[in-house]
Structures are given as C-alpha cells and as structure tokens.
C-alpha cells in the first residue's frame, strides 16, 4: 500500500494533503511603499460638479487655473492655498493667464483671493450656489 493514501484506520496522512506549490507563479506580493506611490500627481476628490461646470463656462485659463487649485487643495488642504506660477505652468498657464483667470473666478463667486505685491495670490474656494 502507498503511503500517500488516506488509511481508513490510522487518520489522513499529512502530505497526501499538502498543497503542492507551482513554481511558475509568482507570489502575490505587493510592491515596496515607495513602488506603489510613484503612480503620478492626481487631483483628489470629490469636486462638486455645480462648482467644475461654472468655472468651465468662464472665458481663456479659468478652468486650468480651477483645476490647479484643486489639486493644491487636496495637497495641503482647502484654506489657504497658494497659488504659483510655477503651478500653473504645468497646465500651460502663464503668470497673466493666471492673474485674468483667478479674477473671473473670483467675479463667479467660486474663490475668494487674498493678493500682496510680489507674492503668489492665496486663494480659498468657496462652495457654488445653485445658478
């Protein structure tokens, strides 16, 4: 009699029960920390769609420049949120593009700014009323 057989007296035999690993896959292991988060910059939600769809009706960069201050938002936070040029030139905004978008936004009632010469403007978004 094999010993790989379940006897009926003396009980299952372990390694008749064992899984037999297939050497063809690869462990499910998820990638280091550092791995997973170089995934690319995102803006993070949710935008209200009533706030996204008045500043896409404003004229030139208004949208650009809303959408970059969403995405500084969820980076540090919705209070205070600086505005630079330097961000803006990511969304092909120059730095007169930006002045003349934030002031449409700021007309539309969607952000409020704070400007000091010679600094970036801070900027507080403020929550759409129903049109």
């Known amino acids: 009699m094999s010993t790989d057989r379940v006897s009926l007296n003396a009980g299952p035999n372990p390694k008749a029960l064992a899984l ?16 997973r988060t ?17 500043a896409a009706k404003l004229p030139g960069k208004a949208v650009h420049v809303a959408l970059a201050i969403w995405y500084r938002a969820g980076m540090q936070g919705y209070a205070g949120i600086g505005v630079t040029n330097v961000l803006v030139a990511q969304l092909a905004v120059d ?18 700014v704070q400007r000091k010469s010679g600094r970036s403007p801070v900027v507080a978004i403020l929550e759409a009323g129903a049109e």
């Open 38 to 54: 170089r995934r690319g910059h995102f803006i993070k939600g949710p935008i209200p769609l009533s706030w996204l769809a008045r």
């Open 95 to 112: 730095r007169h593009a930006k002045a003349r978008a934030l002031r449409a936004l700021e007309v539309a009632g969607l952000i409020s």
């Open 20 to 35: 037999h690993e297939r050497s063809d896959r690869q462990p499910n292991v998820l990638p280091p920390r550092a791995a």
